[in-house]
């Protein structure tokens, strides 16, 4: 059995105020072990970010359980981040080390992607800075990573190799990743398990390719990828033996 690195027990939130609120998480569980890659996935606004922030204790639920191991290193990459004072690339990427790190992961991390230590973070590209940011959160070597949109703003060839970068850290390391992703076939690239969100319900979780081949329900399959939905009504079910008539295709079983 490997260990338990985050945990939430039926988490809950709702936002807003009397006038108008949303019920952002409703009732989510999710178990995260050791060494995992989990992608989260689901329409823009479905609670993902929320999610992430509550598994990285930025943000708390109204209730429910949070479990976070508690001697991992937990660090985040939100979908926006921010440079706050720090005037060069490289003072910012310092800043994610704990006491007793290596400077030179981060040295050897600008190198890798492709940025100036001495750059100042106002003059970066939206590619750069997501770089930037990624190299700041990879430095220490973290026991679980949560990244939010990581690839976002990056162009294909250097989504490629970022992917092919944290799937290098997660074998190496045994890095544990939670990471929230618009890309299907990202999700199925870098995800042992894949976890679709939807109005702030948690509808599916398990790995790629039961997802793809048995969605639960249409929402989940119309997300996942380029299907074909035949609209039909159940005529019997003998055993495992299902007919359904379809307008279009007669009765298929
Ligand atoms: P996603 O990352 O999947 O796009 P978010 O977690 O950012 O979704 O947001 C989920 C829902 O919560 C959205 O409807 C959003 O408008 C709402 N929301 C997020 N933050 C707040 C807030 N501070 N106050 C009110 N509503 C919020
Ligand atoms: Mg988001």
Known sequence: MRNTIIELKSADLTLGNAAASVHVLRSIDLKIAEGEAVGIVGPSGS?????????????EAQSGEIFRHPSATIRYLEQAPDFGAHKTVEAYAMSGLGPGDDPYRVTYLLEHLGLKGDENPANLSGGEARRAALARVLAP??????LDEPMAALDRKLRESTQFELMDIQSELGTTFMVVTHDQDEAMTMADRMAVMDHGRLVQIGPPDVIYEAPVNRHVAEFVGDINILEGRVESVEG???SVATPLAGIVE
């Open 141 to 146: 070597e973290p026991d679980i990573l949560l």
């Open 47 to 59: 609670g993902k970010s929320t999610l992430m922030k509550i598994a990285a204790g930025l943000a």
């Open 240 to 242: 495992d033996l299902v």
